[in-house]
Nanobody
Framework: QVQLVESGGGLVQPGGSLNLSCVAS????????MRWYRQAPGAERKFVAA????????GYKGSVQDRFTISRNNAENTVYLQMNSLRPDDTGVYYC???????WGQGTQVTVSA
């Protein structure tokens, strides 16, 4: 089955950290560029970070640069998003996405609140 399954979300205080995971199945993961998106309450889904198929190139939304790190393990078909120094405006549902396949995961909720 072709799918992406995210995990690792939760409730965290401002300044805290979370590490999101997205496990891929049903396709050749190592061939695909992967992205993370975030959808805040009442807002559109927006780009957060991307990683090339080999993991050697990354890109970030400006507001998460220096706080978030995207990485991947092709042997485990998994892409990660390490989030540090979290702020309340990082709250939302986080989705991983394979753009060439137009494939989305189901999302994982991140809430940053005191």
């Amino acid at each position: 089955q072709v799918q992406l399954v995210e995990s690792g979300g939760g409730l965290v205080q401002p300044g805290g950290s979370l590490n999101l995971s997205c496990v891929a199945s049903g396709f050749k993961f190592s061939s695909e560029l992967m992205r993370w998106y975030r959808q805040a309450p009442g807002a559109e889904r927006k780009f957060v970070a991307a990683v090339s198929n080999t993991g050697t190139e990354t890109g970030y939304k400006g507001s998460v640069q220096d706080r978030f790190t995207i990485s991947r393990n092709n042997a485990e078909n998994t892409v990660y998003l390490q989030m540090n120094s979290l702020r309340p405006d990082d709250t939302g549902v986080y989705y991983c996405y394979a753009p060439r396949l137009d494939l989305w995961g189901q999302g994982t909720q991140v809430t940053v609140s005191a």
